[in-house]
């Protein structure tokens, strides 16, 4: 059970890095920053991993309800 647990935060860290990570790059861009293909390419690579990490959350929450 704790092993879940540990999956389940490592999974939660992720998600929440990706995020930060995508709103960080986004305020970059609405600075007028450079590299802005480099900040685009990024901001979607991060926002799938969100994406992803997010559902993936979801789903561990609804295992770990229905045990």
Not at 6 to 18: G, N, R, S
Not at 20 to 45: C, D, H, R
Request: glycine share 4%.
């Amino acid at each position: 059970m704790s092993g879940t647990w540990i999956i389940f935060a490592i999974t939660v860290l992720v998600a929440v890095y990706a995020a930060i990570s995508l709103i960080t790059n986004a305020s970059k861009k609405n600075k007028g920053e450079n590299n802005n293909e480099k900040l685009a390419k990024q901001n979607k690579i991060y926002g799938i991993i969100f994406i992803l990490f997010l559902i993936l959350v979801i789903v561990e929450i609804i295992a770990l309800l229905a045990k």
